[in-house]
């Protein structure tokens, strides 16, 4: 039996990472398993152009979400359906990104390392499993937070469907109040 098999104790959310580009930087999961090495052949088969989706396997939705050059991705068992999962990745961008963003950017390097020496650590966001240590009880932390709230999530998931429903009706009529706008 493979460790993506079926186990009616299995939480929703089962493993999740973040990659920049192909290079796995941190992941967390409470289980053992194959989990890394399947989920990084899909992550070098990824579809271009895509920012948001997410395929089905052996009972299994890998979901992916894709920002500027980072991948984030949850393994979630396929009942708790596809909100779940992407209010997850929502929330763990949100935290890497307001953690490392400066960083990412290139604005702020680490406040204890002098510029002579910086050549000597290195770009953290291209060595596999580099932030591994300091970020992995932040995945598990979301994890289990959106594991134990699952209403709360759901609530957030339709909110998010609304918030953008109404985002592009709003886009739809500024693009016809400008179309019809009089030039001088």
């Avoid at 890394?36 to 989706?53: D, W």
């Avoid at 935290?95 to 963003?101: A, C, E, P, Q």
């Avoid at 966001?125 to 598990?140: G, I, N």
């Amino acid at each position: 039996m493979d460790n993506f098999s079926r186990n009616m104790s299995q939480p929703p959310l089962i493993y999740s990472f973040v990659a920049k580009g192909s290079v796995v930087l941190v992941e967390y999961t409470p289980f053992s398993g194959n989990f890394s090495i399947v989920v990084v052949q899909c992550l070098q088969n990824l579809p271009q152009n895509n920012k948001k989706f997410t395929f089905s396997s052996d009972c299994h939705t890998f979901n992916f979400l894709v920002d500027k050059e980072f991948v984030f991705l949850v393994v979630a068992d396929e009942a708790a359906g596809r909100s779940v999962p992407f209010v997850f990745l929502e929330r763990v961008k949100d935290d890497f990104m307001h953690r490392y963003g400066q960083s990412i950017s290139g604005n702020n390097s680490h406040p204890l390392i002098d510029e002579e020496d910086a050549d000597m650590f290195g770009d953290r966001f291209s060595t596999a499993y580099s932030l591994d240590r300091e970020f992995s009880p932040r995945l598990k932390e979301h994890m289990e937070y959106c594991i134990n709230h699952p209403e709360e999530m759901s609530k957030l998931s339709k909110l998010k469907a609304h918030i953008t429903e109404v985002k592009g009706i709003m886009m739809d009529n500024i693009e016809k109040v400008c179309c019809c706008w009089p030039r001088y």
